[in-house]
């Protein structure tokens, strides 16, 4: 949608050091320790902020023994971690590039695309594209899409759901993954015949953590089949975690099917075959709005390509 000059005038007054000076205040949180840290009177930072209020045409912070951001106060929060979050990172890359270093991409992924997705599109794509490094960062969706806002990140790879659709952002789904139950090799349930809800709850479990999107389905799940009850003794979004006390132990593990192929590949792991686990829901990459250039949609095009293949 179109916007007339008068709708983003203030943006237009806004400056670097206004938005730098904001992100001190809030650390700050009092007049007094933000002009120490902006080596500025107190008068002058409050004068500064009454002037950022002006150009805003908010009120941004509420003041008493520590400050506290109004709603407006958090919207200009997070527009100046983007905004010089950005510029931090093509700060960084003009020196790169200035020094002959090579392009990066940073991905951030939820455990489901580091299983076989993320890494074979890198091989992949570096088979053709050599000069482009990568750092691939693991974590829970919630706080990749956090980081991706605030520019920290180029794409991640995550679950689809609603937060997938906020106004900044764009997406596109790769492929639609479930949820697996999994044990040791040596696990005496390896070698059931046959394997019941009932049979798992008299071992200890280890869960993805609680504020995942995978724990609510699961615990959704356990609910249905008479496991209300069963607490995990490890919470954990580590595959490594995971693999590493599974294995050799008499443990039942929860992870992405993905992840779940990946390990029993490796004969690291034994895929339970439990009727109704569950859907883990779509699983797809998330990109800034307006932020895809042709290295990313290069690299986007061979997510496609491994999604399609798996």
């Not at 905004?83 to 489901?112: F, M, N, P, Y």
């Not at 008299?202 to 869960?207: D, G, K, N, S």
């Not at 779509?282 to 986007?300: H, K, Y």
Request: with cysteine; hydrophobic share 45%.
């Amino acid at each position: 949608m179109d916007q007339s000059p008068d709708t983003v005038a203030w943006a237009r007054r806004l400056r670097m050091r206004h938005l730098e000076s904001f992100l001190v205040l809030n650390e700050a949180g009092t007049l007094t320790l933000a002009a120490e840290r902006l080596h500025m009177t107190q008068s002058a930072v409050s004068h500064w902020l009454s002037e950022m209020e002006d150009l805003v045409g908010a009120k941004l912070v509420l003041r008493g023994k520590r400050m506290t951001l109004t709603a407006a106060g958090e919207a200009v929060r997070k527009l100046a971690l983007r905004v010089l979050g950005e510029v931090s990172r093509t700060s960084d890359e003009l020196v790169s590039l200035a020094k002959g270093d090579v392009a990066r991409l940073h991905i951030g992924s939820v455990t489901a695309g580091v299983a076989h997705l993320i890494p074979r599109a890198i091989v992949a794509f570096q088979a053709r594209h050599a000069d482009v490094a990568f750092q691939v960062t693991e974590g829970t969706f919630n706080v990749l899409l956090s980081r991706l806002e605030e520019r920290e990140y180029d794409l991640i790879v995550g679950s689809i759901d609603a937060r997938a659709y906020g106004p900044h952002l764009e997406h596109e789904v790769l492929f639609a993954d479930d949820i697996a139950i999994v044990v040791s090799p040596d696990h005496p349930l390896s070698r059931a015949a046959a394997v019941s809800w009932a049979d798992l709850y008299q071992y200890a479990w280890v869960m993805p953590p609680r504020e995942t999107l995978m724990r609510v389905r699961l615990d959704t799940t356990l609910l249905e089949r008479g496991g209300a009850g069963i607490k995990p003794s490890i919470e954990t979004g580590s595959v490594v975690v995971l693999e590493s006390v599974v294995r050799g132990s008499t443990y039942i593990g929860v992870c992405s099917a993905a992840i779940a192929r990946h390990l029993a590949s490796l004969g690291l792991v034994t895929v339970l075959p439990i009727a109704d686990v569950g859907s883990f829901g779509p699983v797809g990459a998330v990109w800034r709005r307006g932020g895809q250039n042709e290295t990313m949609a290069n690299f986007l095009a061979l997510l496609r390509a491994e999604a399609s293949a798996r």
